[in-house]
Structures are given as C-alpha cells and as structure tokens.
C-alpha cells in the first residue's frame, strides 16, 4: 500500500481518542450520573472524587493547556477546594492517587487534556439539572460546576487535535493517557465512598 494511501487510513487524533474511550466514558458516566447531585452529600461525594481524581492529572492539563494552546488555564484545584470548604469537607483526609507511568510519558499531556477538558461538557449537563444549594448565594459550592473556561480550552482543543500528526508511537502514548485519565476519576470515584466530610460526622466522628 503506497505511504500516502495508509496514510489517509489513519483516524485525525480525536475520533483515535473518542473511539478508545469511549467505553471507559459511559462507566464514568454511569457512576457519577447516579449520584444525587440535589443532595449535599451527593454533592459532595461528586466534588471530592473530581478533586481526588483530578490531582495527579492537573500538572499536566496545566502545562498543555498554558505551553501549548497558549490559553489561561482554569484552576480546578482551587476550586474544588473552595467548593468542599464551603460544603464544610475535610480535605486534610482526600485520598491521593498515585500517578501512573501512562501519565508521565511523553505526549501523556494530550491524551490528559482530552479528558479533562471533554468533562466540562458532561459538566454542562449536570449544571443544567442543577445541584444543591443556591448558585448566586455567596459561599456557594459552584465554583467548579460553573466554570466556563474549560469549554473554551474544549473548543480549542478539538481543531488542534484534528489537525496535529503523531507517530504511532506517539498516538499509542496519548491514548494510553486517556485511558489513565479515565482511570483516575474511576478511582477517585471508588474511594470517595468510603469519605465522610467534617459536617456530617460531627462531633460522634
Ligand atoms: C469525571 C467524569 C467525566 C469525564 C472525565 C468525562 C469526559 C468526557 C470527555 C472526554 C468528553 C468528550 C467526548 C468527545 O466528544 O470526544 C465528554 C463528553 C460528554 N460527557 Fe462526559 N465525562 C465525565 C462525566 C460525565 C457525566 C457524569 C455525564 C452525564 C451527564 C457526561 C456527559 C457527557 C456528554 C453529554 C458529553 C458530550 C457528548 C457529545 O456532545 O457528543 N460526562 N465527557
């Protein structure tokens, strides 16, 4: 087969990326879209799993988003933190994931970035159910919820995906990076069952 027939074979990066993913997206979605997101401690459940999930995967988010696509970055981090502050949740005890080595490979930064910013539009989505609490209140806890800068760096992100070339190596990498993406929310998701935040343990612990 001549070179630049195989290469019109080869999927741009986002469809390689939608397809490998996909399954590990309708898992997540399944787990997170059962939670009660009306409730606070649903809320809270939902908030601390992002915040556990989100840690090792937000340097490399950072750096894409900033170096690469030469956007401001959203600090979901610190929103997070200032969400569960207010919901009162003691996040001296959030779990830490490890990193995996899909995480630190090079090129690992796309396939990170994919996913976190792809999880803004199912953030959307859950934002137009609503959640607990008043959003225009201060001392809300939609701060990350309400976030619409991740949608920007989404929509930067897809022509720049479509349009950008990898080796197989490369793109073997990325997605392995995704799919590690995916994982940590899925852990994150499994060990926030186990939290109690400060509010409702109360003074019996
Ligand atoms: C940590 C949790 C989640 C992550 C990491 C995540 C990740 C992603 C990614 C990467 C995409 C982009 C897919 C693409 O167009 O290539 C996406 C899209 C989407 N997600 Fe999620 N997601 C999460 C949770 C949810 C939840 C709970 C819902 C349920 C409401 C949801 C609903 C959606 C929807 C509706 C889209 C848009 C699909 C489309 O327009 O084609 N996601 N998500």
Redesign the pocket.
């Known amino acids: 087969m001549r070179a630049d027939m195989k290469a019109e074979l080869v999927p741009d990066m986002?469809t390689e990326?939608?397809a490998a993913?996909a399954e590990a997206?309708a898992r997540?979605?399944r787990a997170?879209?059962a939670l009660d997101l009306a409730d606070r401690d649903g809320l809270t459940r939902f908030l601390s799993a992002?915040a556990i999930?989100m840690e090792p995967l937000f340097p490399a988010f950072r750096s894409f988003v900033e170096d690469e696509l030469g956007m401001a970055c959203p600090d979901y981090p610190a929103m997070l933190r200032e969400d569960l502050r207010s919901l009162g949740d003691d996040q001296d005890g959030l779990p830490q994931l490890a990193v995996a080595p899909a995480l630190r490979a090079p090129r690992a930064q796309v396939g990170v970035s994919?996913?976190v910013a792809?999880?803004r539009?199912?953030m959307a989505?859950?934002r137009r159910q609503g959640y607990w609490g008043d959003r225009t209140a201060s001392g809300t806890a939609g701060r990350y919820m309400e976030d619409e800068s991740g949608h920007a760096v989404w929509k930067s992100l897809m022509p720049w995906l479509k349009g950008q070339s990898f080796d197989q190596g490369e793109r073997e990498a990325v997605t392995a990076a995704a799919l590690a993406a995916?994982s940590s929310?899925a852990s994150a998701f499994a060990v926030s069952a186990g939290r109690k935040n400060t509010m409702e343990t109360g003074a019996d612990g």
């Open positions: 986002l990326l939608r993913t997206h997540l979605d997170f879209g992002h999930g994919y996913v792809g999880s539009l199912g989505v859950l995916f929310f």
